[in-house]
Structure formats: structure tokens, C-alpha cells
């Protein structure tokens, strides 16, 4: 079938929609007047680049040490209470990390509770420091592990029924069948979740913030929230590039190889074996531990200050913050999920060669930081809503209020940008599921472009966009980056305003918002855990 030109043009300008802030940010890091990255050297840009690779690193390796052997248990074992035990182990999900590191900091800081309470020796401001770079990334690990954990854990489940039988008849043991059998095939997977934790900690502000440790993504939004300075905002994009060329690559590298080694169909079931007393035990043990760990403390310290605070609920304040996140974390998500299905169905059509420039940006996107793409986004904008005043202003016309510059817009299109991949991946892969044969079929039948979107493929991609619409969802109403740049307008989204109840330690007089964003963040999260059938296992 032939592809129209306006499938064409509006394919490019997708692609060019995604390419236009990193065009935008590289441009303001290069232009002649910039200091160039010798004034971020002697801003002290080694720290902030060791920082940062410190704490990258620390948060993936404990990430791994956590999610991986909790995946193998719940995929291969049975146990008693292993229902219980899966919903736990996702509850981090849900508990933001700047809040986990709020409370540790306030119960195991040099100055906090567990050190008032035991009078405990101070120790010296290396060992300080130290502790906190060290303390950071337990915090990231316990917040992101289930970037790990969940998708091994699917990959697990989802391997061929006969091989575990196979390895079964040949007594290997559980070791040999995970080294030998189950590794090399989810390699790619738990690949991709590392990254995946890689990228969350590299963008990661608040837990950084919170604990005065100086990474480049703090330096980039203070210079964005604190001076104003765009062409700072660029440079220290520039500084942040390593990590983004990097973490992109991989990420790319490991889908196409987590693609290679999908097995869709299987709805055969094998028997596992079954935990001994002690076994199960430790196992429930230990992972009730890392929830209470990672959830229940910050969550029953929240839920104590309320109580004790009960008169200090709503205002207008939080609830404008409230309706803001709202809104456009379901503008985003419904407006992508839209773009979404022409986009793919010019990709079936013209093959995949023509999606791998759509995948290679959308994986850009989630890696670059959300703040440099607010910057990119937000500026042609306003020069567009500049122009048309000028414009105005010629023809005598009476004053235009802004069109295109509102922080609605910028913000429904950075988490458009930002969070496309969740939303292209597996819309991609299930719709190259689809078999062929329906194609010739609709066309056989004359159907348009537009009746096979509607009439054929969107039933069955529905599930698939009702997971998007959710996942963008939950990630839109979590990011703190790009919205805390507009702070300084008086502009609030509960992230933003718990962050600065937390920061301006004032969470123990009302922690209402922080209760708000943990219960929103845990919706998604019930929903996913109710879909997949191993739980029930």
C-alpha cells in the first residue's frame, strides 16, 4: 500500500519534535559568547563528574545485589505468603526517594534521632561526606531496585515451560539452572533494568539536594531555578553527555536483544518446587524487611505527623499543586497515546527500518535530563509568543495573551518527550505481533489507513495503551526536575511542593502532600501487580 506524504510529514515532525530541544540546548552550550567548558572546570566540575559516577554506580550494583535474587525466588519457588511477599516488594515504586531520604537522614544523619538518642560520637567531615555519597545511593538502590526486580522476574516467568522440565530430568541444580539457562537469556533484561536504575539516578535531584551532595543534575537545575542562566543550564547539559550518549546506546542495545529473546504464547505451567520451613521463613523475612525498609518507616513517620497534625490538611495552595500534576500528567498521557497509533501504524507500513530513528529518539529523550528539555522546549516557544506580540504590536492590534509559552503546554510536552519510550516500546512490539495477513485482509475489504487504526489494530493494541496512558501517568505526576525550574514563577506541582515542605523541614506539621503523592504513586503500581498472573502462582 502507498504511504501518503501527509503520513510522511507528520512522521518527521514527530521525529523533529523530539529533536528540536536537544538542537536548542546544544546550540546555547556552543554559542560564541558561552565560557565554554573551562568555566565549568573551574566551577568545580570534577566533583560533580565524580560524584555523579559514584553514585550512578553504587545505586545499579546495589540495585542488581537486591532485585536479582529476589526475581529468581519469586519466578522459580513457591512458598507461603509468596502473594503477600510480591505485593511488598514493589511498594518502593510508589514511596518517592527524596521522602526515603528525608527520613534516613533524619533518623541516622549526625544530628538525628538514632545519634540524639544514643549520644553517639559525631565523626570527622570526610567520614561525613563519605557517609552521605555511600548513604545516597542505599537510598536510590531501596527506591529504584524494582527497575530490576520486575522486569527479570516477567522474563523469568515467561521462559519456555519444557526447558525448566528439561533441566528438571537432567538434576540440574537450581544454580546450574540459573548460570546456564536462565542468565544468558535474560541477560538483555537485567541489562535494561540496570539502565533503566542508571538513568533514574542520574536524573535524580531531590535525594541529592536533600543530602548537600553536589552532582552535575543538581548543579544543572540550580543554575536553571537559582540564576536564571539558560546558557549554564546548556553547559552543564554538555558535561552531562557522556551519560546520555552511554546510557542511550545500551538501552537500545539491550531492547533489540530483550526483542530477539521474547517468547509471546506460552501459556503452558510447571510445577515449582516448593521452599522448606526455614527457607521460606528467611525468604518472607528478608523481604518484608526491604519493604519496611524502603516503605513502611517513611510511610508510618508520615502517617504519625499527620495524626498528630490532624488540623493541617487542605489549602489552596496544595490543592492547586494537586489539580496541576493532575492535569497534565493526564494530558500527556492521553495526547501521546493519540500520537501514538498514526505513528505506529506509518512504522508498520513503511517498515522497520523507518522505526528505528522513532526508538533511537524516544530513548534519547528519557535519558537526556528533564530539565535541559524544558529549557529546549520552553524557549522557541516563548520567542514564537514574542513574535506574535511584535506582531500585534505593528498592527495596533489590542494586547495577545501568551498562545504557546504557558507552563501547561511546555509541561505536557516535555513529559511527552521524556516518557515516549514507555509508551512506543511495547505499543512497537505488539503491534509487530500482529500477523500480516490482517493487512491483506482490511485492504481486501477497502478499508483506509484510518478504519484499519480503528477497526483493527486499536482493539487489539488496547491493553497495551491502557498500560501506557497509566505508566505515563504515574511518571508524570512523580517528576520533580522539569517542573521545579518554573518554581520561581509561583507556578507548584506536588512533587515541587513536597520537596520544599521537605526541604524547609515542615513535612511534621502537615504531611498531608507527601501521604497525596505516595497514594497516587501506588495506584499504578496495584494495578500492574493485579495484572500479572504470577502473583497468584
Not at 514493589?90 to 544514643?118: E, I, K, N, R, T
Not at 524494582?146 to 533441566?167: F, N, T
Not at 526455614?278 to 519493604?291: E, I, P, S
Not at 512490539?429 to 478504519?451: E, F, K
Request: hydrophobic share 55%; aromatic share 12%; charged share 10%.
Amino acid at each position: 500500500m502507498m504511504i501518503s506524504g501527509l503520513w510522511r510529514i507528520s512522521y518527521w515532525m514527530i521525529n523533529g519534535a523530539f529533536l528540536l530541544p536537544v538542537g536548542i540546548v546544544f546550540a546555547l552550550a556552543f554559542w560564541p559568547e558561552a565560557g565554554g567548558m573551562l568555566a565549568l572546570w573551574q566551577q568545580g566540575m570534577p566533583l560533580y563528574l565524580l560524584h555523579t559516577t559514584i553514585l550512578v554506580c553504587g545505586a545499579v550494583a546495589l540495585s542488581l545485589l537486591i532485585g536479582l535474587p529476589a526475581a529468581w525466588v519469586m519466578a522459580y519457588y513457591r512458598f507461603p505468603g509468596k502473594r503477600g511477599v510480591a505485593w511488598a516488594l514493589c511498594l518502593p515504586l510508589a514511596m518517592p526517594a527524596f521522602l526515603m531520604a528525608d527520613f534516613y537522614a533524619d533518623m541516622l544523619g549526625q544530628h538525628g534521632m538514632l545519634w540524639s538518642l544514643f549520644d553517639l560520637p559525631a565523626f570527622s567531615e570526610e567520614s561525613a561526606h563519605s557517609r552521605t555519597l555511600s548513604g545516597a545511593s542505599v537510598v536510590l538502590a531501596l527506591a529504584f531496585y524494582p527497575y530490576v526486580y520486575l522486569p527479570v522476574r516477567h522474563a523469568l516467568e515467561s521462559q519456555p515451560p519444557h526447558w525448566l522440565q528439561a533441566a528438571q530430568l537432567l538434576k540440574l541444580t537450581p544454580r546450574q539452572v540459573f548460570w546456564r539457562l536462565s542468565f544468558p537469556l535474560v541477560r538483555p533484561v537485567i541489562g535494561m533494568g540496570a539502565m533503566l536504575v542508571a538513568v533514574e539516578a542520574l536524573n535524580d535531584y531531590g535525594t541529592a539536594r536533600l543530602l548537600a551532595l553536589p552532582t552535575l543534575t543538581t548543579r544543572l537545575i540550580d543554575a536553571g531555578v537559582l540564576q536564571g542562566d539558560t546558557q549554564a543550564v546548556a553547559h552543564w547539559t554538555l558535561s552531562l553527555l557522556p551519560f546520555v550518549v552511554l546510557l542511550t546506546w545500551l538501552g537500545l542495545r539491550f531492547a533489540r536483544q530483550q526483542r530477539q529473546n521474547t517468547f509471546p504464547g506460552i501459556t503452558d505451567y510447571i510445577v515449582k518446587p516448593e521452599l522448606t520451613a526455614g527457607k521460606a521463613r528467611l525468604v518472607t523475612l528478608v523481604c518484608w524487611g526491604l519493604a519496611l525498609l524502603a516503605f513502611g518507616l517513611p510511610l508510618g513517620r508520615l502517617l504519625y505527623w499527620q495524626l498528630a497534625n490532624i488540623r493541617d490538611g487542605w489549602n489552596a495552595t496544595l490543592l492547586d499543586a494537586l489539580l496541576n500534576s493532575l492535569t497534565m500528567a493526564s494530558l500527556a498521557a492521553v495526547i501521546l497515546c493519540a500520537m501514538m497509533m498514526p505513528f505506529l501504524l506509518f512504522i508498520r507500513l513503511a517498515g522497520l527500518r523507518a522505526g528505528r530513528v522513532s526508538f533511537a529518539l524516544a530513548q534519547w529523550g528519557y535519558v537526556f535530563p528533564a530539565a535541559a528539555l524544558a529549557t529546549g522546549i520552553a524557549m522557541p516557544l516563548i520567542a514564537l509568543d514574542n513574535g506574535l506580540r511584535s506582531l500585534a504590536m505593528l498592527a495596533e492590534m489590542p494586547f495577545v495573551p501568551p498562545l504557546f509559552s504557558s507552563v501547561w503546554l511546555i509541561m505536557v510536552l516535555v513529559y511527552c518527550a521524556k516518557f515516549s519510550r514507555f509508551v512506543l516500546e511495547p505499543l512497537s512490539v505488539s503491534m509487530a505481533n500482529i500477523p500480516s495477513i490482517l493487512d491483506q485482509a482490511s485492504a481486501t475489504a477497502g478499508l483506509t489507513l484510518w478504519q484499519r487504526g480503528a477497526r483493527v489494530y486499536f482493539p487489539l493494541l488496547k491493553p497495551q495503551v491502557m498500560m501506557g496512558v497509566v505508566i505515563l501517568f504515574f511518571e508524570g505526576m512523580k517528576e520533580l526536575n522539569a517542573a521545579f525550574l518554573f518554581r520561581t514563577f509561583g507556578w507548584e506541582t506536588l512533587p515541587t511542593y513536597v520537596f520544599r515542605l521537605a526541604a524547609d523541614n515542615l513535612l511534621h506539621w502537615g504531611a498531608l502532600p507527601a501521604l497525596c503523592l505516595v497514594v497516587i504513586g501506588g495506584v499504578p503500581m496495584l494495578w500492574f501487580q493485579w495484572l500479572w498472573k504470577g502473583n497468584n502462582r
